[in-house]
């Protein structure tokens, strides 16, 4: 879906997903240890990942943000997807970039999606799945306050555990007013209030 939104938190800036991007993406989705714990859908190559892109900007059911480092960095990706009034799921996170890997990067990202998703589109409630053997993503996610509800068999072995957070929790947590919104090539709407 073409978006405008945009967040930033401390040296992490999430913004909408260019064309300029797209390479990125697929380079990290085509390395075997960045995407072991997302759906198997083969190589893809330079074609399939535009025709990818394209089929996304027409998809009125998922937003994809850009993560950068420092604003001069492009180290990763991720989506809020499938909204169902108030609520929506939240991952496809990839983080390519190896030198951010401890700089709550991930955290950050997730935070502030989170946030735009709430600000910008009136989400309270987030879901996701998690393989079971992602440990660095499930420390992540229990401390954003998702908690396990079910779960699923993933195609590529193993299980996935599907999990749910409330904004009211995420708010209570975090110093949520360091965020900062705004929309794409316009001036900072606000920070986000509890």
Same mark, same amino acid.
């Given at each position: 879906? @073409?978006? #405008?939104?945009?967040a930033e938190l401390k040296e992490v800036l999430i913004r909408p997903l260019h064309r300029y991007d797209i390479e990125y993406l697929r380079k990290w989705r085509n390395n075997g240890?960045?995407?072991?714990?997302?759906?198997n859908i083969g190589k893809v190559d330079k074609d399939a990942q535009i025709r990818w892109?394209?089929?996304?900007?027409?998809?009125?059911?998922?937003?994809?943000?850009a993560i950068d480092f420092d604003r001069k960095k492009t180290v990763g990706s991720?989506? @809020?997807? #499938?909204?169902?009034?108030?609520?929506?799921?939240?991952?496809?996170?990839?983080?390519?970039?190896?030198?951010i890997k401890d700089r709550k990067v991930a955290e950050r990202a997730f935070l502030m999606a989170m946030g735009v998703a709430n600000h910008f589109l009136g989400i309270d409630c987030f879901k996701l799945s998690v393989h079971e053997d992602n440990k660095v993503a499930r420390h992540i996610y229990t401390k954003l306050g998702f908690e396990k509800i079910g779960e699923h068999p993933f195609p590529n072995g193993g299980k996935e555990l599907e999990m749910v957070a409330d904004i009211e929790y995420v708010k209570g947590q975090f110093d949520v007013g360091e965020i900062v919104f705004f929309e794409d090539n316009s001036a900072i709407t606000q920070n986000w209030s509890m």
């Open positions: 879906m @073409i978006h #405008n939104y945009c240890e960045l995407s072991r714990y997302l759906r892109y394209e089929g996304y900007l027409k998809d009125s059911n998922t937003i994809f943000f991720l989506a @809020i997807y #499938n909204f169902n009034q108030q609520e929506c799921e939240i991952g496809k996170i990839v983080i390519g970039d190896n030198e």
